[in-house]
């Protein structure tokens, strides 16, 4: 009977729990859609140029460190 209780206890918690992770979620997703995306799709449109060059030149970095950092980092092929 008191493992009965407990288990409802921790089904309703857990039920509880989760209601309210969801609500906070779908209130983060509409703030996100509402706000942020229209300001940063127009910031990106207004600097294309910017955008592409910060893309490339994280790349270029990125494939750098991998490069002296790899699997066969000083191994001649």
């Known amino acids: 009977m008191v493992e009965e209780k407990k288990?409802?206890?921790?089904?309703?918690?857990v039920k509880q729990f989760k209601e309210?992770?969801?609500?906070?979620?779908?209130?983060?997703k509409n703030v996100i859609q509402d706000e942020y995306l229209p300001k940063t799709e127009?910031?990106?449109?207004?600097?294309v140029f910017l955008t592409v060059g910060i893309s490339l030149l994280i790349g270029f970095f990125a494939g750098f460190v991998f490069c002296l950092t790899g699997k066969h980092c000083g191994n001649k092929r």
């Open 42 to 47: 127009t910031k990106f449109k207004e600097n």
């Open 7 to 13: 288990d409802k206890m921790f089904e309703d918690t």
């Open 20 to 28: 309210t992770v969801e609500e906070k979620i779908t209130e983060l």
